[in-house]
């Protein structure tokens, strides 16, 4: 039986697909009727409740009314959560949830505070990114691998439990991918466990990928070239994607590539007071960190997931001169002549991408061909964007629009289908708290998950957090 032919709604089951008539129609959404308490000698033995024993008995009695299996994108918003609730007992992650608070959870979250900050300070950033915070008693800066895998591993547990992904909507592709991070460089990504073993950008992506079922997304905007441990780091993560197995866990391999990066920030403002020697210096910096990063990553041109994520303004202010199309296209000759001179020494010397001078070229066209790519324009001014180009040109007029939009819309919400109505995408934190973006307003949850560093302290999730203007738990557990 196709799924698209069953609706497990409020109108109850077709009992002419089963012949089978229950003795009163039982709605798989009917909140009202509950199922028959089973006991069960192992019950004590194996320490499962009575709780979760009728959760999922209700499971069991939905799919033979129905006589399929769940697909794995099923909708757990479309059966009863009041009769689902205690399928979730025993996760250690999720105690202190009920099913409501894990549906709205796992429906909405798409990036994950894996680690926090990042040292970019690109001006047009929309989470207004800062470097990680110093890690104390009190603060963290990243999760602990304890609180990943319990995450992780409390997601596949529930999934296994139900016969489908909790985050089923995603996997149909209403979320076509998910992040590690939310203000972080994905080459910044990685955890060390209690053995002090590093986990980088490659274990964190495959243990989302296997929790949640949808494709990791990969950014960077380059590192220092002399920073042998992301050097080392970003040729491992080019050499394992650029495997076809291994390509269907990434939906996009992301190259940041804008004017708006801090390097570039910096030598603009430096040519308009006319230091143009220590402008020369910056725009050095930021090109050969560019050209290194497109050099390093030579295996994935191949791939159809690489990509440039390139941005500019598109308003005539003056307070935009440096930043606009065709300052990018003016950094582009300027990094490919770089691009060039890096192929150029590999290929009169280890040989590592290019054999022959043919080689050399057909990566520098299929450079070009990803810089002839798409342009986005649309710029959210956080607060650091605010500073550099002011409250009052139209970037950052747009972005207070939006922000102010969402915070009615948030503030006007009575049940958890006006949230998912407004598009709104999820964050979880490095301690375990959880907040909605629009990626131009943030909103604070009352959803906690149970890390070991839960109550901790964290940087600020923006942009433009919205604290007055919290997501209750009473709205989220408002589904009718």
């Given at each position: 039986m196709q799924v698209a032919n069953i609706r497990l709604n409020n109108y109850g089951f077709d009992y002419k697909k089963t012949g089978n008539k229950p003795a009163r129609p039982v709605s798989v959404a009917d909140n009202s009727v509950p199922y028959q308490n089973v006991t069960s000698p192992a019950v004590s033995f194996l320490g499962v409740s009575q709780k979760y024993l009728n959760a999922k008995q209700y499971i069991e009695r939905v799919k033979q009314i129905y006589e399929f299996l769940p697909p794995k994108n099923t909708d757990i918003y479309e059966f009863s959560l009041n009769n689902l609730d205690g399928i979730q007992e025993g996760i250690k992650v999720f105690n202190g949830l009920n099913m409501k608070e894990i549906a709205f959870l796992t429906r909405t979250m798409t990036e994950f505070g894996v680690n926090r900050g990042c040292h970019n300070m690109c001006s047009y950033c929309y989470a207004d990114a800062k470097p990680p915070i110093k890690e104390t008693a009190e603060t963290i800066n990243k999760m602990s691998w304890n609180d990943f895998k319990s995450l992780t591993d409390g997601l596949n547990e529930l999934n296994d439990r139900l016969g489908f992904y909790v985050s089923g909507p995603n996997v149909s592709g209403k979320r076509n991918y998910i992040s590690p991070f939310h203000d972080a460089d994905g080459i910044e990504v990685?955890?060390?466990?209690?053995?002090?073993?590093?986990?980088?950008?490659?274990?964190?992506?495959?243990?989302?990928?296997?929790?949640?079922?949808?494709?990791?997304?990969?950014?960077?905007?380059?590192?220092?070239?002399?920073?042998?441990?992301?050097?080392?780091?970003?040729?491992?993560?080019?050499?394992?994607?650029?495997?076809?197995?291994?390509?269907?866990?990434?939906?996009?391999?992301?190259?940041?590539?804008?004017?708006?990066?801090?390097?570039?920030?910096?030598?603009?403002?430096?040519?308009?007071?006319?230091?143009?020697?220590?402008?020369?210096?910056?725009?050095?910096?930021?090109?050969?960190?560019?050209?290194?990063?497109?050099?390093?990553?030579?295996?994935?041109?191949?791939?159809?997931?690489?990509?440039?994520?390139?941005?500019?303004?598109?308003?005539?202010?003056?307070?935009?001169?440096?930043?606009?199309?065709?300052?990018?296209?003016?950094?582009?000759?300027?990094?490919?002549?770089?691009?060039?001179?890096?192929?150029?020494?590999?290929?009169?010397?280890?040989?590592?991408?290019?054999?022959?001078?043919?080689?050399?070229?057909?990566?520098?066209?299929?450079?070009?061909?990803?810089?002839?790519?798409h342009v986005a324009s649309g710029i959210t001014l956080a607060e650091r964007g605010q500073e550099l180009f002011g409250k009052a040109n139209r970037h950052a007029l747009e972005t207070g629009d939006r922000a102010f939009s969402y915070n009615q819309r948030m503030a006007d919400a009575k049940n958890v289908k006006d949230i998912f109505y407004n598009g709104m995408n999820g964050i979880v934190d490095a301690n375990g708290d959880y907040y909605l973006t629009s990626w131009s307003a943030t909103f604070p949850t009352e959803i906690k998950l149970n890390f070991e560093n839960k109550g901790k302290l964290t940087a600020p999730i923006r942009p433009y957090l919205q604290e007055d203007t919290p997501i209750t738990r009473t709205v989220i557990n408002t589904v009718e």
């Open positions: 990685a955890l060390k466990d209690n053995n002090g073993v590093e986990h980088d950008f490659i274990d964190i992506a495959d243990e989302l990928y296997r929790a949640v079922g949808v494709p990791v997304v990969f950014d960077t905007a380059g590192w220092t070239p002399s920073n042998k441990k992301l050097q080392e780091r970003a040729e491992r993560i080019a050499a394992h994607y650029s495997l076809s197995e291994n390509e269907q866990i990434l939906t996009q391999f992301n190259i940041s590539f804008h004017p708006f990066h801090a390097l570039h920030t910096r030598q603009v403002l430096l040519e308009r007071t006319g230091d143009i020697e220590r402008a020369n210096k910056f725009k050095d910096l930021y090109e050969n960190r560019m050209a290194n990063a497109i050099y390093t990553f030579t295996p994935m041109l191949e791939s159809r997931k690489m990509g440039f994520i390139q941005r500019v303004a598109t308003s005539n202010e003056p307070v935009f001169d440096g930043f606009r199309e065709a300052d990018l296209q003016k950094m582009h000759k300027s990094i490919m002549k770089k691009v060039r001179v890096l192929y150029e020494k590999d290929l009169e010397g280890e040989q590592k991408f290019s054999k022959t001078s043919a080689d050399v070229e057909g990566h520098l066209s299929q450079i070009k061909m990803l810089m002839t790519g």
